[in-house]
């Protein structure tokens, strides 16, 4: 089944104390997203990968990484996370970049 | 900066016919998609319009007026599930090709 598959689907975790959260797609597309939704602010972009090693910064990249080694995989990296990282994340990939495919989410709350 | 603008709640009945608009502003102009997203779950791809007109997909169509920066999603013959949230997003026709979502609409279809 072609799938996004986001690990972990919920998160508890405490300020600093580096987490990553993990993005798998087996469809082979070359385009991967993180984006993170907040209540009446929609879906927001973190980083962006157009291929393996190409990675782009999106509206809300402070305080967050990113790697693109292998086409399939797209981790997000909190190094020090904060309060105010609390929300649900989604990984999306794309073939052309036109629709994506999202991942099921990840709730992060860090006290 | 990019803004798009749609409507935060909209209400309908079963069997009736609902349209929820968008207009953006944005620096560079690629194509506009709409996602649905049920509370708890992923969004999901709808449908992308790169070119002016009409796009049609069964029950649902979205419409794109490149000269007005403007757009809608049309919903036919109103089911009970399609009671979600919607969103527009732009692709930008930057080197990265980014995706800019609206704040979503909520749909209520009431029987």
């Known amino acids: 089944e072609a799938q996004v598959t986001q690990n972990p689907r919920y998160l508890i975790t405490v300020t600093g104390k580096k987490l990553t959260v993990t993005c798998s797609q087996n469809?082979?597309?070359?385009?991967m997203s993180w984006y993170r939704q907040d209540p009446g602010l929609g879906l927001r972009q973190i980083y962006y990968s157009m291929n393996v090693e190409v990675t782009d910064k999106g509206d809300v990249p402070e305080g967050y990484k990113v790697s693109r080694k292998e086409k399939r995989n797209f981790p997000l990296i909190l190094e020090s996370p904060s309060p105010n990282q609390t929300s649900l994340y989604f990984c999306?990939?794309?073939?052309?970049?036109?629709?994506?495919?999202f991942g099921s989410g990840t709730r992060l709350t860090v006290v | 900066g990019q803004s798009l603008e749609q409507p935060s709640e909209v209400t309908a009945v079963e069997g009736a016919i609902v349209q929820i608009n968008c207009t953006y502003q944005?620096?560079?102009?690629?194509?506009l998609s709409w996602y649905q997203q049920h509370d708890g779950g992923a969004p999901t791809f709808l449908s992308y319009?790169?070119?002016?007109g009409l796009e049609e997909t069964g029950r649902f169509s979205s419409f794109l007026s490149r000269s007005d920066s403007y757009g809608y999603l049309l919903l036919q013959e109103l089911q009970m599930k399609d009671s979600a949230s919607y969103f527009c997003?732009?692709?930008?026709?930057?080197?990265?090709?980014?995706?800019?979502f609206g704040s979503g609409t909520r749909l209520q279809v009431q029987p």
């Open positions: 997003a732009v692709r930008l026709d930057t080197g990265r090709r980014a995706l800019t």
């Open positions: 319009n790169a070119l002016d």
């Open positions: 999306a990939s794309s073939f052309s970049g036109n629709g994506y495919t």
């Open positions: 944005t620096s560079g102009f690629y194509g």
């Open positions: 469809m082979n597309h070359e385009y």
